[in-house]
């Protein structure tokens, strides 16, 4: 017991997260996405909506720590209405509402006055669309009547990328990949997210989506490009606003932000990919 406490000190160490906590919140989010797309796939508009507000929050408070201007009430009020319009309209749904928001919340930060309006005038849009717009082609996954499929596939995706990148890097880890950026990711653990995402989406396409096992193996490709992309530009967030976590709410992991990072830039990528597979293939 004591030698597995051992080892088990020494990777949440090299990891920089505890790793109990963090495969218990993973395996629960998991749970509850195919519940409520099981259930019935309104309740995951919810769930999206739920989290992008938690997510406001913390990303309002972390602007706010460098004296950033954001009113929380009117990006929740912008992020709920995007929400309801993705799920009753579709991408025109989302395209619209985003475009009626953010004049709206400029308009709002008129009430201000002129000091510091640039600044919270850029945060606030910068909010909108990385929060609730690119959260939006999640709920734009799950809207079809294969919506479980597909957000199903998706979350393999993301977790084999998350997953293995993670677990290659912390046990083979050696080169840093972007060390001014994310000093605990390594091009080990980018080559281990390649290899399992690439298998992951090769079996998920063929047998969650009943599509070519190859067109699974390109889209995953894509989506550890834009996973690890996502997770170093919250990176870059947060070494910008001096902060290790966006959040504490989730353990092991931090806030949703950190949980959110590779998901909220892969999300359209797979919504565009699986379009251009309905339309050409």
């Not at 565009?272 to 339309?279: S, W």
Request: charged content about 15%; aromatic content about 10%.
């Amino acid at each position: 017991m004591s030698d597995f406490q051992s080892i088990n000190d020494a990777i949440n160490k090299r990891a920089g997260r505890k790793l109990g906590p963090s495969i218990v919140v993973s395996l629960s989010l998991i749970a509850l996405i195919w519940f409520a797309l099981a259930y019935h796939r309104e309740i995951f508009a919810v769930v999206v909506a739920v989290a992008v507000l938690f997510g406001i929050r913390e990303i309002v408070r972390a602007f706010g720590a460098r004296d950033i201007y954001i009113s929380v009430v009117s990006l929740a009020t912008g992020a709920l209405g995007l929400t309801y319009a993705t799920w009753n309209g579709g991408v025109a749904g989302l395209a619209i509402a985003t475009a009626i928001a953010i004049p709206l919340l400029l308009i709002q930060l008129l009430t201000k006055g002129p000091e510091g309006f640039v600044q919270s005038a850029t945060a606030t849009t910068f909010s909108l669309l990385y929060l609730p717009f690119l959260a939006g082609f999640l709920i734009l996954l799950a809207r079809p009547n294969n919506g479980l499929e597909r957000v199903m596939t998706f979350v393999v995706l993301v977790g084999c990328n998350d997953t293995f990148g993670y677990a290659v890097g912390v046990l083979l880890g050696k080169h840093p990949l972007v060390p001014t950026i994310s000093p605990k990711k390594s091009w080990e653990g980018l080559i281990g997210s390649f290899v399992f995402t690439v298998v992951g989406g090769s079996l998920s396409f063929a047998y969650i989506l009943s599509m070519d096992w190859w067109i699974g193996a390109v889209v995953g490709l894509m989506i550890v490009f834009t996973a690890t992309c996502g997770d170093l530009i919250e990176s870059a967030m947060k070494r910008d606003l001096q902060l290790k976590d966006m959040g504490s709410l989730l353990p092991g992991h931090g806030g949703i932000l950190d949980r959110l990072d590779s998901v909220l830039i892969s999300a359209p990528a797979l919504w565009l990919a699986l379009e251009l597979v309905k339309r050409w293939l």
